[in-house]
């Protein structure tokens, strides 16, 4: 199986952040980062959420998608993991990548610049004629 080419687009708030990358060796999610301010961090009050930018836009080739996934490590120390799980990013979308973070632990949660706060797994897909 060939690699999917995707193009990326570097935000101006995402400057300076690592591009999106694999963990390890055998991962499926390619680890998405925070672009929120460096001055203050982003809180999320417990049962709140919060669209937290990521500072990047891809073009998807035609017949893939992008699966915005929660981290489990987010999710098993804070409480803390994605209110559309996964999120879907169509082909044709141009708009900034975000990950829709909700707190459903007891305590706030800090989102920091260039936290890791969700995961990519880019999927080829076939489109269907129902009838």
């Known amino acids: ?76 120390k804070h409480g803390v993991t994605l209110l559309n799980a996964p999120g879907t990013i169509d082909a044709d979308y141009r708009g900034e990548v975000k990950a829709l973070l909700v707190n459903l632990g007891r305590a706030p949660f800090a989102v920091e610049r260039g936290m890791r706060i969700a995961q990519l797994v880019i999927a080829r897909f076939s489109r269907v004629e129902l009838i």
Request: proline content about 11%; aromatic content about 4%.
């Open 1 to 76: 199986m060939s690699n999917l080419v995707v193009e990326i687009k570097i935000l101006p708030h995402g400057a300076g952040l690592p591009l999106p990358a694999y963990h390890s060796e055998g991962a499926a999610g390619l680890d998405l980062f925070a672009a929120v301010s460096a001055k203050a961090a982003e809180i999320i009050a417990p049962g709140s959420w919060a669209a937290i930018p990521t500072g990047i836009v891809l073009a998807l080739p035609p017949g893939s998608e992008g699966q915005v996934r929660p981290r489990s490590g987010l999710a098993l």
